[in-house]
T-cell receptor, first 114, second 113 residues
Framework: QKEVEQDPGPLSVPEGAIVSLNCTYS??????FMWYRQYSRKGPELLMY????GNKEDGRFTAQVDKSSKYISLFIRDSQPSDSATYLC??????????????FGKGTLLTVNP | NAGVTQTPKFQVLKTGQSMTLQCAQD?????MYWYRQDPGMGLRLIYY???????DKGEVPNGYNVSRLNKREFSLRLESAAPSQTSVYFC????????????FGPGTRLTVL
């Protein structure tokens, strides 16, 4: 079993839809949970991060972490064509010194149709 | 402020050829990373450098070497390229201590024939 599992999709939705993206993980040491957005032929960019459990909201984006279930989610409200990208979840523990290496999911390709 | 830059953007090699991928950052970051991204595999860490003068293996180091030339620059070398090394390579950097955002470069698309 990989440490981080993410459904690669692809996911296609109409403009204005609510999008739900999810990852599961197996390493209980993970404490930092991130979502990166990657546009086609570009490098990933950090969208949001959460420490430990709970929710975090930023505009149309909400990140949720359920450590008891080892499950994280990213919700996008009122999705826009500009949200079309690959979304990668990433996780890190604070062990192993200050390196905070990231473990990535495979990414989910999202297309929002006008 | 250019952030993280990578050269070249594209490269085609023949099996057995060698090349070096260059990465530089102008954000005064301590830590730098090399990843490869393959379809269906996500981003996998090849090597990283927690600080100037140190390097460590990541998840998939075989077939690669790295050099942390100075605080700004971190290069990745393929000594004898193989078709299995066809991939998109990303360099990233972050400030050293604690959890911080990793900033990624635009990537190098490498094809090994």
């Amino acid at each position: 079993q990989k440490e981080v599992e993410q459904d690669p999709g692809p996911l296609s939705v109409p403009e204005g839809a609510i999008v739900s993206l999810n990852c599961t993980y197996s390493n209980s040491a993970f404490q930092y949970f991130m979502w990166y957005r990657q546009y086609s032929r570009k490098g990933p960019e950090l969208l949001m991060y959460t420490y430990s459990s709970g929710n975090k909201e930023d505009g149309r984006f909400t990140a949720q972490v359920d450590k008891s279930s080892k499950y994280i989610s990213l919700f996008i409200r009122d999705s826009q064509p500009s949200d079309s990208a690959t979304y990668l979840c990433a996780m890190s523990s604070s062990s192993g010194g200050s390196n905070y290496k990231l473990t990535f999911g495979k990414g989910t390709l999202l297309t929002v149709n006008p | 402020n250019a952030g993280v830059t990578q050269t070249p953007k594209f490269q085609v090699l023949k099996t057995g050829q060698s090349m070096t991928l260059q990465c530089a950052q102008d954000m005064n970051h301590n830590s730098m990373y090399w990843y490869r991204q393959d379809p269906g595999m996500g981003l996998r860490l090849i090597y990283y450098s927690a600080s100037e003068g140190t390097t460590d293996k990541g998840e998939v180091p075989n077939g690669y070497n790295v050099s942390r030339l100075n605080k700004r620059e971190f290069s990745l070398r393929l000594e004898s390229a193989a078709p299995s090394q066809t991939s998109v390579y990303f360099c990233a950097s972050k400030t050293g201590q604690g959890f911080n955002e990793q900033f990624f470069g635009p990537g190098t698309r490498l094809t090994v024939l």
